[in-house]
């Protein structure tokens, strides 16, 4: 059950902010029927790529074959209820969800992002009747702070840390192979917040093992990337970690082959999954979603579903199922998705 959190009103995004406004226009302005496939013609079938305007906030692409003879209304309709509906219809299914850009609007700060209101009820509806899984790269216990929905599996920073509720209630585990890291990664964190803290709109993130350093504060963006690099690469590489770059932040990871897409997998096998979605928003979401592609190919209903916004890593977009605009559009859909479960 979801955890006491102050009322939040209307859990539908209370104004959908039209494209032109937000900067952003769609893929494709409007989905060109081919009058071929609106006549029913024999053999014409949209390419792979294509695409279909679901709505303002929600684009499709598509590969289902065309099989009668479809309005375009009619067809839009189906696409959009056959598609998430071959993946809701497995037992047992699994929904899992990226956290900042995907359920809780960019903030300045880590600290001040928040879930965008009424996503915590919704996941808290969705649980009932699939495997709920929040895969972030914050620490584990920020992660779920964040959501704060008991019954969901908590998987923290890229997939070393689990949890099977909230941490405050169910024991974290650290996946063995992470254990030697902490300390190393401690140490570059440490070393990060005194040899960097010149650096103005530095926020260093710490985790288990490793953490973020961020600089969208930073006056200059790009000279606080820069810096960064130079004075964390070669400590880095002395402990054998890692750095990695994330959206206006630094990564200080394990030189683990653990990432999201491994994440996806694992919590795919533990409950036996037929049906899976997965929806994220940056370039560590790639991994879930190229895995997403594997799992399809391996005869699994699975869809991704990428949060647009005017900086999302290209490919990304070009490996999406299903493309939303910003967490309003991401939030129209897990609605979508509730309705249908
Ligand atoms: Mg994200």
Request: charge should be negative; proline fraction near 8%.
């Amino acid at each position: 059950m979801a955890c006491p959190r102050p009322a939040s009103g209307s859990t539908r995004p209370s104004a959908i902010v039209p494209l032109t406004l937000m900067g952003l226009a769609p893929t494709r302005p409007e989905y060109k029927q081919p009058s071929s496939v609106l006549m029913g013609r024999v053999g014409a079938r949209p390419t792979p790529t294509d695409e279909i305007q679901v709505d303002k906030l929600i684009t499709i692409r598509h590969s289902i074959p065309i099989r009668q003879e479809y309005s375009k209304r009619r067809y839009i309709h189906n696409m959009t209820s056959n598609d998430i509906h071959t993946v809701l219809a497995q037992h047992p299914r699994g929904l899992v969800f990226d956290i900042d850009g995907t359920l809780s609007p960019l903030a300045p700060t880590p600290d001040e992002a928040r879930l965008y209101p009424g996503v915590a009820e919704l996941l808290e509806q969705a649980r009932q009747h699939a495997h709920v899984a929040i895969i972030t790269g914050r620490g584990l216990a920020d992660g779920a702070r964040m959501v704060n929905v008991d019954g969901l599996t908590y998987i923290g920073t890229h997939g070393l840390e689990w949890s099977d509720g909230l941490p405050a209630l169910h024991p974290v585990q650290l996946i063995p192979e992470a254990l030697p890291y902490a300390e190393p990664g401690q140490y570059l964190l440490d070393y990060a917040e005194k040899e960097l803290a010149a650096l103005p709109g530095l926020i260093v993130q710490r985790k288990s093992v490793g953490g973020t350093l961020h600089y969208r504060l930073a006056p200059d963006p790009e000279q606080a990337r820069e810096r960064i690099f130079a004075v964390m690469e070669e400590p880095a590489r002395q402990v054998n970690m890692r750095l990695r770059e994330g959206k206006r932040a630094v990564e200080v990871l394990a030189p683990l082959t653990v990432n999201k897409g491994h994440a996806l997998r694992r919590f795919v096998a533990r409950y036996k999954l037929r049906g899976i979605l997965f929806a994220g928003d940056d370039r560590t979401d790639l991994d879930a979603v190229l895995e997403i592609e594997r799992l399809r190919n391996e005869g699994l209903a699975a869809l991704s579903v990428v949060v647009q916004y005017n900086d999302t890593l290209p490919e990304l977009l070009e490996h999406a199922d299903i493309k939303v605009q910003h967490v309003e559009g991401m939030v129209e859909l897990l609605h979508k998705i509730v309705d249908e479960l």
